[in-house]
């Protein structure tokens, strides 16, 4: 597999992660005794992701891929509120 097609499938995992810890937080589980936010799961794939595209990409690289992020759950963000904001249709 090429290089930059290894680099967008964790770029696209890492987004992923980030929303979905978000849609997810609020909801609280107990597994093996633990209590913790299921956004937790999600949120824990992250950072081995943008520590290997720091080894193998670069610092710098890494730090676009958390901009990407953060301007996704922006994106999310707005989507929803205007979902949830939207008029319902009459039928």
């Known amino acids: 597999m090429e290089r930059i097609t290894k680099l967008i499938i964790l770029v696209a995992i890492f987004i992923t992660g980030l929303i ?3 849609i997810t937080s609020s ?3 107990t597994l093996w005794g ?3 936010s299921v956004g937790a799961l999600a949120y824990a794939i992250t950072f081995p ?3 290997t595209i720091g080894e193998v ?3 710098k690289r890494a730090h676009v891929v ?3 992020g953060f301007f996704g759950n922006v994106i ?3 989507l929803i509120y205007l979902a949830m904001h ?3 249709a009459r039928f």
């Open 57 to 59: 990409w670069g610092r």
């Open 76 to 78: 999310m963000v707005v």
């Open 27 to 29: 909801k609280i589980m």
């Open 49 to 51: 992701i943008t520590d």
């Open 86 to 88: 939207s008029p319902s």
């Open 66 to 68: 958390v901009w990407a």
């Open 34 to 36: 633990l209590t913790f």
């Open 20 to 22: 979905v810890t978000n």
